[in-house]
């Protein structure tokens, strides 16, 4: 924990000193440091800012900044045993519910990394149907970050890979879009999940079935 808050000190000697230490973990046993990062993620008692950075170095092991460096990490995460995979899932699904934003918006990104590689595998089948119930909630926090979440997944991957939930995931979108009781902030991650399902809709558009373009 102390490391991970090392990591966002203001001395910038102590924040190197901090990112070489688990980057050299992250060399030598990459499932563990995955697993006991997202574990401090979903315990609360932890604090915000091991937590924070905790979230960050996920989304770094899990994502790359190139194409390239992103099917590295992408190989890596496709590498690990599934016991693994299913308790990093777990973990991140159990951290969308921490009370503090800069935590819950990190979480969001790693699941919407994690979805690219996971949902075009049929390997994390309830994801969709989750964060549509949750965008339901009536605990606003929690549909504002899954909706942010969605929001994050569109951005990652294809209409196929949304598969059955596809119309699911708009309906749930455009439902929070058109609230009138939700916040500004939930408003504001409604509005930017749509924005980034829309490159997915033409099929709608050109649907000839009159239900599938009753959304707006």
């Known amino acids: 924990i102390r490391v991970l808050e090392s990591t966002l000190n203001a001395d910038k000697n102590i924040r190197d000193q901090a990112t ?3 980057e ?5 046993s990459y499932g563990q440091l995955l697993g ?15 937590r924070h950075a905790a979230a960050m170095f996920v989304k770094n092991m899990v994502s790359g900044h190139s194409r390239l460096t992103n099917q590295q990490a992408q190989t890596r995460w496709n590498q690990l045993d599934n016991q ?3 308790h990093v899932k777990a973990c991140l699904m159990n951290a969308l519910v921490a009370k503090e934003p800069p935590v819950r918006r990190a979480v969001s990104q790693c699941i919407g ?3 690219s590689v996971e949902l075009p595998a049929n390997r994390w089948p ?3 149907q989750d964060l549509c119930s949750a965008c339901m909630n009536p605990q606003e926090t929690l549909r504002e970050t899954a909706l942010e979440t969605l929001g994050y997944i569109c951005e990652e991957v294809n209409a196929e890979a949304l598969g059955a939930n596809l119309n699911n995931v708009l309906s749930v979108i455009v439902g929070n879009v058109t609230q009138q009781t939700n916040s500004a902030t939930t408003h ?7 924005q980034m399902m829309l490159p997915m809709l033409g099929h709608i558009f050109r649907s000839p079935t009159p239900n599938d373009r009753d959304y707006f």
């Open 188 to 194: 504001k991650a409604a509005l930017g999940a749509l």
């Open 84 to 86: 693994t995979r299913e």
């Open 126 to 128: 309830k994801l969709l």
């Open 24 to 28: 050299q973990a992250k060399s030598q």
């Open 113 to 115: 990394k994690i979805a």
């Open 20 to 22: 070489a230490t688990l």
């Open 36 to 50: 006991t990062l997202t574990s401090l993620l979903a315990n609360q008692g932890v604090s915000q800012i091991a």
